[in-house]
């Protein structure tokens, strides 16, 4: 009945608009999207390494083996969330960058809403934790634009980090729109997936005491197995023994278990090692021993992960949610290449040229896992993860793009461990939930008329092991790389960077009889191999794919000069927060003078002035003992300067000059402008500094010095001015591959 407005309450009638209903039968809904985690990485895919979480909901549900990805991070993650393709919604690549062109704008369009904005009408409550990556990360500082955050794209609460990674035992936080410190430090016992957990168990508790009747989706976006492979060192040590017989007889078992359970059909056999993977036996001991230890950080990742996600399923049974919440585990592409032939250590220095030799790594093989490492697993050891599956994430091969999928939901899916083998893609998943649910995407969010969905539901087959696959073609691109699906055949092409497209080769697969790609049919099959490739020039004109771009180093390089301009001075208040370090000064490869505005109060002054970075990578400018204290640390080894008399009391102009002279890095310290002490090196920061941020005044939590954080500065701090030369000679080439191996 409509409100009636009178002179006074007597003669007027109120109006309380209806509350959205929670759709009939519809559930509540978490998804967990585990990063950089092979096909085979699971249990109940094969792996021996320890997944009783995953194995169980398995058991209780379903177990998908056509499921596919983008082969990226950024991409998925786009297209998951909204159920079209990647190039169609603006995010055709990473967020780390746009191009200019509709399709590589590395945001989600308006036009696009997420399956949060989409729920929200229906009385849903979202939650979002954990890795976003969506949002352009010149978006990522104090100013926003907030509206690619997960608040302005349908979340009503977010606990997590907005880049591709971060430290795990000092990440980058930010809740809701806001960046925090975490809760914790690798000596208290703190890290970030128990973090999540503990958070996504709140917000949970929290909804339940509010309304419980309301339904929830939660989207749990885990940091393993993404790079920097880090878990508890007990936990890493477990694994030496499971895996010291090497990545060959590791595959092999992998599949004879995927063979047995059904996950692939009998007579699956394994393709040959990729590219640049020695076999195991020819390998000296000391790297057998080195590699063994680099798996065995990355397997601690995932058990580690597995071992809190029994938490928040402990806590729904015990809460009573169980039962009518369907739970989707999944990886957002295949296993990564980015730790090359001989894994790492300490990424951050190959990122800045600085070599890690074999022996350095051998000498350093207790260390892997902990806070002052950012390791990553060697090829061989991501093929096995892929097993059977050939090449890696990037690649439209299986390797990149064929993924685990496990949907558990007790009330809603009555079938107990079974397999279901139907094609399906990551733009699938939001159809099938809004399926699910019994709502059909809106045509207007927040009055913008919304692009169609691309994506198929594949709901039918939760009933029905018998429905047939996804019937519209499903198109693949990742820097060139390119690939087709359609009624159960596949082309795809492996691009060399560089390398004319025109002249890719392309192979042409039956999936349905050749699972993992072995049995190349372009020869037997050219007139369904045209078919294929006209049709995937089809899907990329209708999709925004074009143009086809497969440039690295420009890309990157052009986005950073756009962003940055012509600025060449900064200057920090006291007071300020946090700031990325996509949105910190680029010191990279250039001159530049950092002066900070600070009254000394004699000699128990101390503190850090500024900091960027962490541990494994960064530069800080402190005063420790009366000295002013330069530490420019590049992949762990520090440069340090130390000021060669005492600070006098009073307000000072505290500083250090870095110039560039013929491949030598000169810094040199300055109080009251003078000439305070300095270091010469040809180290320095040459194509990338820390994924950690910075901060002026303090050093929030991974040290990036000799000091305990977060080292806060006990003088009066004013400002820090940043001032940049216009020298800045950057390889840009190596740049670009130190990001997008921190993808």
């Known amino acids: 009945m409509a409100a009636k407005i009178g002179k006074t309450v007597g003669d007027s009638r109120p109006h309380w608009p209806e509350a959205p209903k929670r759709p009939e039968g519809a559930p509540n809904i978490l998804v967990v999207l585990f990063d950089d985690v092979g096909f085979s990485d699971f249990g109940c895919y094969g792996s021996p390494i320890a997944t009783p979480t995953i194995d169980a909901l398995a058991a209780k549900g379903l177990r998908y ?117 975490p809760p914790g430090t690798f000596a208290t016992g703190y890290h970030l997936t128990a973090d999540l957990v503990d958070q996504g168990v709140r917000y949970l508790a929290d909804h339940i005491g509010d309304n419980a009747e309301t339904p929830w989706l939660m989207w749990l976006a885990l940091g393993a197995c993404h790079a920097p492979h880090q878990a508890p060192f007990d936990l890493i040590r477990k694994y030496d023994a ?117 022996e350095e790594k051998i000498a350093r093989i207790d260390d892997i896992g902990g806070p002052d490492t950012h390791s990553n697993f060697p090829l061989g050891w991501a093929m096995a993860a892929n097993t059977p599956l050939r090449r890696y994430k990037q690649n439209t091969h299986g390797g990149g793009i064929r993924d685990p999928l496990v949907l558990s939901w007790p009330k809603g899916i009555a079938a107990r461990g079974e397999l279901r083998h139907q094609f399906c893609h990551a733009c699938d998943l939001t159809p099938t939930l809004l399926d699910i649910v019994g709502v059909k995407p809106p045509k207007t969010i927040n009055g913008i008329e919304q692009m169609p969905m691309e994506g198929t539901s594949f709901a039918a087959s939760l009933g029905d092991a018998k429905t047939p696959s996804k019937a519209a073609p499903q198109y693949f691109e990742m820097f060139g790389h390119r690939g087709l699906v359609q009624d159960g055949w596949k082309a795809v092409s492996f691009h060399p960077p560089g390398a004319p497209f025109d002249k890719d080769k392309w192979e042409l697969f039956h999936l349905e009889r050749d699972f993992n790609e072995v049995d190349d049919l372009a020869e037997k099959e050219p007139g369904k191999l045209k078919a294929l490739i006209d049709e995937w020039w089809k899907q990329a004109a209708a999709c925004q794919v074009l143009p086809l771009d497969d440039r690295f180093a420009p890309r990157f390089a052009d986005n950073a000069q756009r962003f940055h301009g012509a600025r060449k001075r900064f200057v920090f208040h006291a007071g300020m927060g946090h700031v990325p370090t996509d949105v910190a000064p680029d010191v990279r490869s250039r001159s530049y003078t950092i002066e900070a505005d600070a009254r000394v109060d ?92 910075l901060d002026i005044g303090r050093d929030r939590s991974s040290p990036v010095s000799h000091y305990e954080a977060p080292f806060e500065f006990t003088g009066k701090l004013r400002k820090v001015t940043v001032l940049m030369d216009d020298d800045q000679a950057l390889d840009s080439q190596k740049a670009a591959e130190a990001v997008l191996a921190r993808e």
Not at 72 to 83: I, V, W, Y
Not at 116 to 143: D, F, I, Q
């Open 65 to 181: 083996t056509g499921f596919h990805t983008t082969a990226m991070c950024s991409t998925t993650r786009a297209a998951l969330l909204t159920g079209r393709n990647h190039h169609s919604v603006g995010v055709g690549c990473l967020a780390n960058f746009d191009s200019g062109y509709p399709g590589y704008r590395g945001k989600i369009a308006k036009e696009a809403g997420t399956l949060a904005e989409m729920l929200r009408p229906h009385g849903y409550r979202n939650y979002m934790l954990g890795k976003w990556h969506v949002t352009p990360l010149t978006e990522s500082g104090a100013t926003g634009p907030f509206d690619g955050w997960p608040l302005g794209r349908g979340f009503d609460r977010f606990y997590g980090f907005l880049d591709a990674e971060t430290d795990q035992y000092a990440p980058e936080l930010v809740r809701d729109n806001t960046p925090v410190d």
């Open 602 to 693: 004699g000699a128990a002054t101390r503190g850090v002035l500024i900091a960027h970075g962490d541990m494994t990578c960064g530069y800080s400018l402190y005063v420790k003992d009366n000295r002013l204290v330069y530490d420019m640390n590049v992949g762990g080894v520090h440069h340090i300067a130390v000021s060669d008399r005492a600070l006098p009391a009073g307000n000072r102009r505290l500083g250090v000059r870095m110039r560039r002279n013929k491949g030598i890095n000169v810094a040199t310290l300055l109080i009251d402008g003078e000439v305070a002490g300095g270091f010469e090196t040809q180290v320095g920061f040459i194509s990338f500094i820390s994924w950690s941020g």
């Open 242 to 358: 499971k895996f010291a017989n090497g990545w060959d007889d590791e595959r092999e078992q992998r599949l004879a278990r995927q063979t047995a359970s059904g996950i692939v059909p009998k007579g699956t056999r394994l393709p040959p090692r990729n590219d640049m993977v020695r076999a195991w036996r020819e390998l000296p001991d000391g790297e057998k021993r080195l590699f063994t230890r680099l798996q065995a950080a990355y397997a601690a990742m995932l058990d580690h992960a597995d071992q809190h996600l029994a938490r928040l399923v402990r806590f729904l049974e015990e809460a009573g949610q169980l039962d009518d919440t369907l739970i989707v585990v999944m990886s957002d592409n295949g296993a990564s290449q980015e730790g090359g032939p001989f894994g790492m250590i300490n990424a951050m220095g190959p990122y800045n040229l600085r070599r890690e030799p074999l």
